[in-house]
């Protein structure tokens, strides 16, 4: 099956493309290579998908309708894997035009190539645990009621959904939309605290703790993530009966951790102790996210497994590799 990835050389876009690169599928991967943090990282993920047979890659803008104007087989697509987007809730406050321009221009562009594919394919795309705000109510369901995003990241990703929701009505365009929760991984992104935290430890530097450490994370290992896309892509989607064929599904670990306790197994992991800075909450952040994953599981047999010792482990065991490059 031919398949389009937005954000290919993204932490997550990389890691699903390797995955169905295994399973014999051909990929197509769009990403703008942009400076929001070193496009050396985005070159490196690229080096290790260009070498193989089955994929081709278009450096472009997907809020610019003629970067979609460059496949020249997109009517073979079957299946359209959406993760480019302008991340982060800090850089929203400071930063906010980028947001509106990759999340909702740039989610409204792939919208409208998908709907006017002669192949009509299936459409997952990328949407976030921010969307639930300073819900009160953990695990976090997707029946909640969603209408205080505390982050203008948020509010992007909440918007996403709406217009997803609006074409799937309007033109029946089948799509899932998938709200992540706190990945981490090798070949992540440096903007995350568990990369900020350990190059700061490393460098004898003091990490700032937010909350003064007072913080949950529902972290979810890139392996699990990846697993779940690729089930969702490659089975038949399921979608209730007489309504329009647009889902959302948490896609998280569904066991929230400490922020402390985070950062205790990150020290293990790196060998080394932290020095701690205590901060209040950040602008924009939440107090906890803790993913409801029933739906996911019941619907596609999503079942992460990674503990995160493990998967931090294997983290730092990549990075003091790739820093030492």
Same mark, same amino acid.
């Given at each position: 099956?031919?398949? &389009?990835?937005?954000?290919?050389?993204?932490?997550?876009?990389?890691?699903?493309?390797?995955?169905?690169?295994?399973?014999?599928?051909?990929?197509?991967?769009?990403?703008?290579?942009?400076?929001?943090?070193?496009?050396?990282?985005?070159?490196?993920?690229?080096?290790?998908?260009?070498?193989?047979?089955?994929?081709?890659?278009?450096?472009?803008?997907?809020?610019?309708?003629?970067?979609?104007? *460059?496949?020249?087989?997109?009517?073979?697509?079957?299946?359209?894997?959406?993760?480019?987007?302008?991340?982060?809730?800090?850089?929203?406050?400071?930063?906010?035009?980028?947001?509106?321009?990759?999340?909702?221009?740039?989610?409204?562009?792939?919208?409208?190539?998908?709907?006017?594919?002669?192949?009509?394919?299936?459409?997952?795309?990328?949407?976030?645990?921010?969307?639930?705000?300073?819900?009160?109510?953990?695990?976090?369901?997707?029946?909640?009621?969603?209408?205080?995003?505390?982050?203008?990241?948020?509010?992007?990703?909440?918007?996403?959904?709406?217009?997803?929701?609006?074409?799937?009505?309007?033109?029946?365009?089948?799509?899932?939309?998938? *709200?992540?929760?706190?990945?981490?991984?090798?070949?992540?992104?440096?903007?995350?605290?568990?990369?900020?935290?350990?190059?700061?430890?490393?460098?004898?530097?003091?990490?700032?703790?937010?909350?003064?450490?007072?913080?949950?994370?529902?972290?979810?290992?890139?392996?699990?993530?990846?697993?779940?896309?690729?089930?969702? $892509?490659?089975?038949?989607?399921?979608?209730?009966?007489?309504?329009?064929?647009?889902?959302?599904?948490?896609?998280?670990?569904?066991?929230?951790?400490?922020?402390?306790?985070?950062?205790?197994?990150?020290?293990? $992991?790196?060998?080394?102790?932290?020095?701690?800075?205590?901060?209040?909450?950040?602008?924009?952040?939440?107090?906890?996210?803790?993913?409801?994953?029933?739906?996911?599981?019941?619907?596609?047999?999503? $079942?992460?497994?990674?503990?995160?010792?493990?998967?931090?482990?294997?983290?730092?065991?990549?990075? &003091?590799?790739?820093?030492?490059?």
């Amino acid at each position: 099956m031919l398949i &389009l990835v937005t954000g290919v050389a993204g932490f997550i876009g990389s890691h699903v493309a390797q995955a169905l690169l295994r399973q014999n599928h051909e990929i197509i991967g769009i990403d703008n290579l942009n400076a929001y943090y070193d496009p050396k990282l985005k070159l490196d993920r690229l080096e290790g998908l260009g070498n193989q047979p089955n994929f081709e890659f278009i450096e472009g803008d997907i809020a610019e309708p003629k970067t979609f104007e *460059r496949l020249a087989r997109k009517n073979e697509i079957g299946v359209i894997i959406h993760l480019a987007a302008q991340a982060g809730v800090r850089y929203s406050i400071t930063n906010p035009f980028e947001y509106a321009h990759s999340n909702l221009i740039g989610h409204l562009t792939v919208l409208e190539f998908a709907r006017n594919l002669k192949t009509k394919p299936l459409l997952i795309y990328a949407s976030s645990s921010s969307v639930y705000g300073n819900n009160s109510v953990a695990p976090f369901s997707e029946a909640a009621a969603l209408n205080q995003p505390v982050s203008l990241y948020a509010a992007t990703k909440l918007a996403d959904e709406m217009m997803s929701y609006c074409y799937a009505h309007l033109y029946g365009l089948r799509q899932i939309g998938l *709200r992540f929760f706190t990945v981490y991984g090798p070949w992540g992104r440096p903007d995350m605290a568990y990369w900020d935290f350990s190059e700061a430890i490393l460098e004898g530097r003091p990490i700032q703790v937010f909350n003064h450490g007072d913080m949950k994370r529902d972290f979810t290992y890139i392996d699990d993530i990846v697993e779940g896309i690729v089930r969702i $892509a490659t089975q038949e989607p399921v979608f209730p009966i007489g309504e329009p064929p647009h889902k959302v599904y948490n896609i998280g670990n569904n066991q929230p951790v400490k922020l402390l306790e985070f950062i205790a197994t990150l020290e293990n $992991a790196l060998g080394k102790k932290a020095e701690m800075e205590y901060l209040p909450m950040q602008a924009g952040d939440v107090y906890e996210t803790s993913a409801d994953i029933t739906a996911l599981q019941r619907d596609y047999g999503f $079942a992460p497994n990674t503990p995160l010792a493990k998967g931090l482990q294997k983290f730092a065991d990549w990075y &003091l590799a790739w820093r030492s490059k």
